[in-house]
């Protein structure tokens, strides 16, 4: 017998050889029918795998992410198996599951294409093959075995995968006439995967490599249950409506020009405006909180960037030189400002009284990303982060991160975002060597972010090992209007760029004593997150925010000099107006005011210039009846300074 600690620490004995299933099965049916896959001593198993030692389980469910890549990875198997059912000699390169769905990477063999066209019969073969309920059987071999059989089948794919895997045993799954070389885990039977969905073709370089063979990219998504694909789907046609590179067109705020080149955004005046106001606002926060703006430039020499160390770690290829030939200098485009502010740090001697230094920047950084990743604001090959740098002394390492958490909450109050998730990432404690830095400051550095975010009242969950190799770290995940995640604010502790840069502070005994680097950028990038806030909104943005905030809609030309006149009023009163001066139908034109998103709506015909008065339209809301001009001013003014006022509270 074995002893099984289940969830609430509850310990019973089992036969050895017991799978997660049984174990499922003997606390009660409905679990049984809703587990996934059970996570075993720390190790995500099968859930008919047999456990043969003593272990701590959790059986995961469609509500963890465990069960939900379980479910996702064995549908990207069943994908696998219809394709090798319909294109007999495709070759598979590898089939994961991703935060959204799965994707399968194939080779169709030559002049074999698959297109977006040939989904509905892959999906119908899926289908056939679910119903017949598969089992997924685990099969282990040496890895000399497995290099044979797939060498002998010509698979050179799984044969690269199978020489980057250490030497050992393998494990391949079975189900139906399909086998993969895989990990696992995977759900008991393919008649798990009720509701699927197939959903785009893409290319992609095998190993994400562009010296490699393109290969054809399948995406797909599954639920157990249709109901949940169907509110999928319709969430997914929303995002679509809402993507940001289609409401940037529309509302004209950014654009992409080939002949710039891709993945290089330019702002447009809207667009340009919108940013601008974001800067402000969060230039007027950090100012409130200690920070002091820098500027530094777009480049820094080659040897910078060896002194940080991220030549080293990411490599020659990631960085774009520009030389001056003939006087032999070599630099390079900056990819983080990081080391320019290390430097800035050096440019005086600096005492324990000094600190914290709080040094921000609107760095614009560009960083090589691949054509085929290139997406919009979202992935850009240059962008502009809200950067800032804090040196700090150890024991003010708590209060730093609790205003940083100070900041990021200002700037999800002011956008918004009401749904957040944060996790704290910790060193894997028993591998304390991989860690730059004594042991003394992490267990100190990880204490005060732990208690610095039980202060803050957040419920924080904690990762062990998924820090950084020179420190802990705070990330804010937001969850956007269509329930789809987004990493925004990360809050660095770095102790290896001090050391590389020989940072150091006098302190109050005379010594010499290194400072702490906090790396913070709540927006991420001002792309990225205008990105996500187009996306969260549909375009429709805070009126304090917004563009623009008031378009006039003068019903014929007699009015046309009363609608002057009430945008002179707006403009003087600093309201961001425009007028609708086209010989339109003035349907047409309320319309086309929607279409662009802007909160207020005025109509103005012969009777409103009479009484000096103004027809007023909410967006969303529709007809708020007429209203005396002045009163409108006061009115939409009154909004505005209380959107900012709710702000800075
Ligand atoms: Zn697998
Ligand atoms: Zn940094």
Same mark, same amino acid.
């Given at each position: ?10 310990v019973?004995e089992?036969p050895?050889?017991?799978t997660?299933?049984d174990i499922?099965k ?6 049984a029918k809703e587990v996934?896959?059970?996570?075993v001593n720390?190790?995500?198993?099968d859930?008919t795998?047999?456990?043969n ?8 469910k469609?509500?963890s992410?465990d069960?939900?890549h379980a479910?996702w990875?064995s ?14 000699g495709?070759k598979?390169g ?8 799965f994707y399968y990477d194939v ?14 019969a892959i ?6 093959l ?6 997924f059987?685990?099969?282990v071999?040496p890895?000399?075995e497995a290099l044979?059989h797939y060498t002998?089948k010509?698979?050179?794919?799984k044969v690269?995968l199978l020489n980057?895997?250490?030497?050992g ?6 189900h139906?006439?399909?086998t993969d070389?895989?990990?696992?885990p995977h ?15 893409a290319g992609a370089?095998?190993k994400g490599?562009?010296r490699?063979?393109?290969l ?7 639920f157990p249950?249709? @109901?949940?694909l169907?509110e999928?789907l ?8 809402r993507d940001?590179?289609k409401i940037?067109?529309?509302l004209e705020?950014?654009?992409f020009s080939h002949v710039?080149?891709?993945g290089l955004?330019?702002w447009l ?8 106001r974001l800067?402000?606002f969060?230039k ?9 703006q ?5 480049i820094g020499q080659?040897?910078?960037y060896v002194?940080s160390?991220h ?5 020659e290829?990631s ?14 485009l900056?990819p983080m ?7 800035i740090?050096k440019? @005086?001697?600096r005492s324990?009284?000094?600190l914290?230094?709080?040094?921000a920047?609107?760095?614009?950084v560009?960083?090589?990303?691949q ?9 850009a ?5 809200d ?11 708590k209060?730093?991160?609790t205003k940083v958490i100070d900041?990021?909450?200002v700037i999800?109050?002011a ?8 996790q ?5 404690p028993?591998?304390?060597e ?16 732990i208690?610095?975010?039980r202060?803050?009242g957040l ?5 062990y ?7 802990p770290?705070l990330d ?5 209007a ?30 010499k004593h290194r400072?702490?680097?906090?790396h913070r950028?709540p ?7 205008v990105?996500?806030?187009i996306?969260h909104?549909?375009g429709?943005?805070p009126?304090?925010?917004t563009?623009?905030q ?13 609608a ?6 707006l403009?003087n ?11 339109e ?6 319309r086309d005011?929607?279409?662009?998103r802007?909160p207020?709506?005025l ?9 000096s008065?103004?027809?007023?339209r909410k967006q969303?809301e529709g007809?708020k009846?007429s ?6 001013v006061?009115f939409a ?5 209380k959107?900012?006022?709710d702000?800075?509270?």
């Amino acid at each position: 017998m074995i002893r099984i600690t289940l969830p609430d620490n509850s310990v019973r004995e089992y036969p050895e050889g017991v799978t997660g299933l049984d174990i499922a099965k003997s606390l009660s049916n409905s679990l049984a029918k809703e587990v996934l896959s059970v996570t075993v001593n720390g190790e995500v198993y099968d859930l008919t795998r047999s456990i043969n030692e003593d272990a701590e389980i959790i059986l995961n469910k469609w509500d963890s992410e465990d069960g939900m890549h379980a479910f996702w990875h064995s549908s990207a198997h069943l994908m696998a198996e219809a394709l090798e059912a319909l294109y007999p000699g495709i070759k598979l390169g590898i089939g994961p599951s991703i935060d959204n769905g799965f994707y399968y990477d194939v080779d169709p063999g030559e002049g074999v294409t698959i297109t977006d066209s040939d989904l509905p019969a892959i999906e119908n073969k899926m289908k056939e093959l679910a119903q017949q309920q598969n089992t997924f059987v685990r099969k282990v071999m040496p890895k000399k075995e497995a290099l044979e059989h797939y060498t002998r089948k010509g698979d050179q794919y799984k044969v690269e995968l199978l020489n980057d895997l250490e030497d050992g045993t393998i494990s391949f799954y079975t189900h139906g006439n399909f086998t993969d070389l895989c990990r696992g885990p995977h759900l008991p039977h393919t008649g798990y995967i009720k509701a699927f969905k197939l959903l785009s073709v893409a290319g992609a370089y095998w190993k994400g490599d562009e010296r490699n063979k393109q290969l054809t990219r399948i995406y797909g998504v599954s639920f157990p249950k249709q @109901k949940m694909l169907d509110e999928h789907l319709a969430m997914l046609e929303e995002a679509k409506k809402r993507d940001h590179r289609k409401i940037g067109r529309d509302l004209e705020l950014f654009t992409f020009s080939h002949v710039v080149g891709s993945g290089l955004p330019m702002w447009l005046p809207k667009g340009a405006q919108l940013r601008e106001r974001l800067e402000e606002f969060l230039k007027k926060v950090q100012r409130e909180h200690g920070y002091e703006q820098v500027i530094t430039p777009h480049i820094g020499q080659k040897e910078l960037y060896v002194t940080s160390g991220h030549y080293a770690k990411y490599g020659e290829a990631s960085f774009r030189p520009i030389s001056t030939p003939a006087e032999g200098e070599e630099f390079l485009l900056k990819p983080m400002n990081c080391p320019h502010h290390c430097e800035i740090y050096k440019f @005086k001697p600096r005492s324990y009284k000094d600190l914290p230094v709080r040094m921000a920047e609107f760095g614009t950084v560009y960083r090589y990303e691949q054509s085929g990743e290139l997406h919009g604001l979202t992935r850009a090959r240059g962008f502009t982060q809200d950067d800032a740098h804090i040196f700090c002394r150890p024991d003010q390492l708590k209060e730093e991160f609790t205003k940083v958490i100070d900041i990021i909450f200002v700037i999800f109050k002011a956008l918004d975002f009401k749904d957040f998730i944060v996790q704290i990432s910790l060193r894997d404690p028993h591998d304390k060597e991989k860690y730059i830095g004594s042991d003394e400051n992490w267990e100190k550095s990880e204490k005060a972010i732990i208690e610095a975010t039980r202060e803050k009242g957040l419920e924080a969950s904690i990762e062990y090992g998924e820090a950084a190799f020179y420190g802990p770290k705070l990330d804010f995940m937001v969850k956007d209007a269509l329930g789809r995640k987004w990493q925004l604010g990360t809050i660095q502790v770095d102790y290896n760029l001090p050391e590389r840069f020989d940072l150091e502070y006098t302190g109050s005994d005379n010594q010499k004593h290194r400072p702490i680097m906090i790396h913070r950028a709540p927006f991420g990038s001002m792309e990225r997150f205008v990105a996500v806030l187009i996306e969260h909104t549909a375009g429709k943005f805070p009126l304090w925010l917004t563009p623009e905030q008031v378009v006039i809609l003068p019903i014929s030309e007699k009015v046309h000099n009363y609608a002057e006149k009430v945008l002179n009023l707006l403009k003087n009163c600093d309201i961001r107006a425009l007028i609708d001066l086209r010989n339109e139908k003035i349907g047409r034109k309320i319309r086309d005011s929607e279409l662009k998103r802007i909160p207020y709506l005025l109509v103005v015909g012969e009777k409103e210039a009479e009484n000096s008065t103004v027809s007023v339209r909410k967006q969303g809301e529709g007809d708020k009846g007429s209203m005396n001009l002045q009163d409108f001013v006061k009115f939409a003014k009154q909004e505005i300074e209380k959107q900012l006022e709710d702000i800075s509270k």
